[in-house]
């Protein structure tokens, strides 16, 4: 697994900021009332339900974006497979840097931990092929990181983060510029316009779209969009190598073994961020 965060540290700092100001605004009134700045307490991170732990990293980064010195002890390590009642880590900080803080550490962890545990299930239910579970940008607008991270977490792959690390060529782009050809020929020139070099994928519908990209040997992958299992191994079939593919749409963890035998190399799901459910934990005082 690379480093998330520094390859994105950027946007998750912007996050973390964003997020707290969203929730404290001028100020948490309710430990203001209740502590001075020299109250120090300690807590630690509860575990309510088995799960894949993810988002320690992130916790540490809200911690000490919001108050350095705040002292934060890991238990565990991110990714590992905790049962119910488990504790992941130990913070020490003032009451006035813990309890602020406290509810997005919970909103982010169990959010991502509910993700990661999925992630690992679908992975190990198709471990003995070559295919590869991806994430899509079906994610919660302005949490999209912290999910993308935590499918990582679980041993899924990351798509394109957003629009603009990847050309994705889809169904109404095919069809406003009036074809597979033309929306090719039309990137193409962009990409050499402007000396881009970013990947690009393009789906397709049929025998007929598939023939078309395959004129044009620069492009990296070919979504293969809401086929069945049996269509789909005639499509990679006709592909035979030459390119990557991905399969996608509607696909469920009860359908994903039957793709992934294909012979596809990527399945890319949507429900692996917006359908995980999230797991259950609490910051208990010590």
């Known amino acids: 697994m690379t480093d998330f965060y520094q390859s994105y540290k950027n946007a998750i700092d912007r996050f973390i900021g964003q997020a707290l100001q ?15 700045d020299a109250t120090v307490r300690e807590a630690v991170l509860k575990v309510k339900n088995d799960c894949v732990i993810a988002g320690i990293e992130l916790a540490e980064k809200i911690f000490h974006h919001y108050d350095v010195a705040v002292e934060m002890e890991t238990l565990v390590k991110e990714g590992d497979l905790l049962q119910s009642e488990a504790f992941a880590f130990r913070v020490k900080g003032r009451a006035k840097s813990l309890l602020p803080t406290e509810r997005l550490v919970l909103n982010c962890m169990q959010r991502m931990s509910g993700i990661a545990t999925l992630s690992r299930r679908l992975s190990e239910k198709i471990q003995h092929t070559d295919c590869k579970i991806l994430d899509t940008r079906k994610t919660t607008p302005g949490f999209r990181y912290p999910e993308k991270w935590a499918v990582s977490i679980g041993g899924g792959y990351n798509h ?32 050499d316009q402007n000396q881009y070099d970013i990947p690009v994928i393009v789906e397709v519908r049929n025998d007929q779209e598939i023939t078309q990209v395959m004129d044009f040997p620069w492009v990296k992958r070919i979504l293969l969009d809401n086929m069945t299992p049996k269509i789909l191994a005639e499509k990679i079939e006709k592909i035979n190598g030459k390119f990557e593919t991905e399969a996608s749409g509607n696909i469920t963890e009860d359908t994903l073994l039957s793709y992934a035998e294909t012979g596809v190399n990527y399945v890319s799901m949507g429900a692996i961020t917006y359908g995980a459910i999230p797991i259950d934990l609490s910051l208990k005082a010590v």
């Open 22 to 36: 969203e929730d404290i605004e001028a100020g948490d009134h309710s430990s203001n009332a209740c502590f001075n």
């Open 160 to 191: 394109r983060m957003g629009l603009f690390d990847a050309i994705m060529i889809k169904d109404n782009h095919i069809d406003f510029c009036g074809g597979v050809k033309p929306a090719l020929i039309k990137t193409k020139a962009y990409l």
